[in-house]
């Protein structure tokens, strides 16, 4: 029986039992991918990390309960908090994904995240499904290569939004996103991915590679405080820098524990 050391952090925040969970794994090298989903199934958390280390950085992935997902900002949050905070690994940690370089460094006593910008693109056949999600009241809609964004009137609405699970499944493989100007934050968000196994993301990094962008043109300002309107919630800093969009977020250790593998 194979024993491996597992950590939970909140990332996204500075107190327990609020931000996002992730689950993260520290390996020598991958597991099977089976072994890989069935941990992340298992813990049934919005996604479980697995990094180990390559020649020059790390190599980083992440599931969902129910599959291998291309980008996740928390659980690289969270990771880079594992490997600086628990095992002392010091300086910037790069981290190799499907979207290329992920970068992160401590800032004070949080960390910065630089991410690829995933600029808003124009909404392809969904738009009628979004008028059947949101009643038609919407201000504007556009998308990336894996999400819907929903621009609601006010911060209110985002507030008030009742999802409708099984149409918003229905944007498979896309999730959605709904946003709106904030009241004491720049911009506010909520975010669905029912068919990942997620009804609700508590707080989404990789969301804001397109929100800032979004926004900054909105606003006309490169620097925004973002806050996700979930009922665990969160508070992401960012900017706009280039073709590159800068997170800075906490994060806290929830658990250390040993999982037992046949």
Request: glycine share 6%; charged share 20%.
């Amino acid at each position: 029986m194979q024993s491996l050391t597992m950590y939970q952090v909140d990332a996204f925040t500075t107190e327990l039992f609020r931000g996002n969970p992730a689950a993260v794994l520290v390996l020598d090298d991958w597991l099977p991918v089976k072994t890989m989903q069935a941990i992340a199934s298992e813990n049934n958390l919005a996604e479980t990390a697995f990094v180990k280390p390559n020649a020059s950085s790390w190599d980083l992935r992440w599931f969902t309960p129910v599959h291998e997902v291309d980008f996740c900002g928390h659980a690289t949050l969270a990771t880079a908090h594992v490997l600086a905070n628990e095992l002392g690994v010091e300086g910037e940690l790069v981290f190799e994904t499907r979207v290329g370089a992920l970068r992160v460094n401590r800032k004070d006593s949080a960390y910065q995240l630089d991410f690829p910008c995933f600029p808003p693109e124009p909404i392809g056949e969904t738009l009628p499904l979004l008028n059947e999600i949101t009643g038609g009241d919407h201000v504007s809609a556009f998308q990336n290569f894996e999400n819907v964004f929903v621009v609601l009137k006010n911060e209110q609405a985002v507030l008030d939004f009742t999802p409708d699970l099984p149409r918003i499944t229905q944007l498979d493989p896309f999730g959605l996103v709904i946003t709106a100007r904030g009241d004491e934050h720049d911009f506010v968000s909520r975010y669905f991915v029912p068919h990942a196994g997620i009804p609700e993301d508590p707080v989404t990094g990789s969301i804001h590679a397109t929100l800032v962008p979004y926004w900054a043109e909105e606003l006309g300002k490169p620097r925004l405080s973002a806050f996700q309107r979930s009922k665990r919630g969160g508070h992401l800093r960012c900017e706009l820098e280039g073709d590159r969009v800068l997170l800075t977020g906490s994060a806290v250790t929830f658990m250390k524990a040993q999982i037992y593998l046949p």
